[in-house]
């Protein structure tokens, strides 16, 4: 039977998630949410590709290996414009 509080504490995990994902530079992301919930950690958040959506998940793995992680991470679809605007 695991204690309540046995691992570190909410606090210090979401802030060692946001602090490895924005100084990592092959990662550099700000915008992700932790959330620690009894199950585990959820990623929250917004990102540009499924490769940037599976890195983060795997690093985050890495580092908290013991912790089962969720992601609800969506990706945006960054595309160039299509058409020229034309400014009067």
Do not use: C
């Not at 958040?45 to 992601?71: A, K, M, N, W, Y």
């Amino acid at each position: 039977m695991t204690e309540h509080g046995a691992g570190p504490p909410d606090e210090y995990v979401e802030a060692e998630i946001h602090r490895l994902l924005a100084e990592d530079p092959d990662v550099a992301e700000q915008g992700i949410t932790v959330v620690h919930r009894e199950r585990g950690l959820v990623l929250y958040g917004e990102v540009e590709t499924p490769h940037r959506r599976e890195e983060i998940l795997r690093r985050v793995s890495e580092r908290f290996p013991d912790l089962p992680i969720t992601s609800d991470i969506g990706v945006i679809r960054a595309q160039a414009p299509t058409q020229v605007e034309e400014l009067p």
